[in-house]
């Protein structure tokens, strides 16, 4: 059984800051890793796409990856009001689909 | 404008009933997927529909469950005898490459209640 764990927070961070957000994973075998953002009744919208060792950098967002450790980080830096959401850790793809973390709920405290 | 449309938006339905959810993809794709999430908890994977047949399935999608792409562009979740506990949003989504990179879009979801 896949699993992805998340700290459900709430995360609050002041505005302008950065905010750190952790996910680690169970199958060793896993080869993809997303963030995505939700929004409180709305679908979730993939900000960031991971698959090596490492950082990806996009924008205010940085993606990081340890596969050893079997842990995904997402950083949000200069952090908006806007940023405030559920930010949902997924692993996986393909034919199975993802598998998602429960989500860190992030609070941005202007 | 968005790449993926459901319809309806939001569906009421009595127990026992059975309930249709439509996906409508803008561009031509061939994967999709059928996810659901009940309220306060993670987002769960249902199906995922590769060329017109269903390719894998979770434990969740069991015979009250059937996906079809009727017409070659509306993909439908079919819910035959809806049961309390499926209530939840419904996505569907579909897999989109960005150069060497790909994702997964969310469709905007349908809530489906059951009472």
């Known amino acids: 059984q896949k699993e992805v764990e998340q700290n459900s927070g709430p995360l609050s961070v002041p505005e302008g800051a950065i905010a750190s957000l952790n996910c680690t994973y169970s199958d060793r075998g896993s080869q993809s890793f997303f963030w995505y953002r939700q929004y409180s009744g709305k679908s979730p919208e993939l900000i960031m796409f991971?698959?090596?060792?490492g950082d990806k950098e996009d924008g205010r967002f940085t993606a990081q990856l340890n596969k050893a450790s079997q842990y995904v980080s997402l950083l949000i830096r200069d952090s908006q009001p806007s940023d405030s959401a559920t930010y949902l850790c997924?692993?996986?793809?393909?034919?199975?689909?993802?598998?998602f973390g429960k989500g860190t709920h992030l609070i941005i405290q202007p | 404008e968005p790449e993926v449309t459901q319809t309806p938006s939001h569906q009421v339905t009595q127990m026992g009933q059975e309930v249709i959810l439509r996906c409508v993809p803008i561009s031509n794709h061939l994967y999709f997927y059928w996810y659901r999430q009940i309220l306060g908890q993670k987002v769960e994977f249902l199906v995922s529909f590769y060329n017109n047949e269903i390719s894998e399935k979770s434990e969740i999608f069991d015979d009250q469950f059937s996906v079809e792409r009727p017409d070659g562009s509306n993909f439908t979740l079919k819910i035959r005898s809806t049961k309390l506990e499926d209530s939840a949003m419904y996505f569907c989504a579909k897999r989109k490459v960005r150069g060497k990179y790909y994702g997964y879009t969310f469709g905007s979801g349908t809530r489906l209640t059951v009472v």
């Open positions: 997924a692993v996986g793809g393909g034919a199975d689909g993802l598998t």
């Open positions: 991971i698959y090596s060792n």
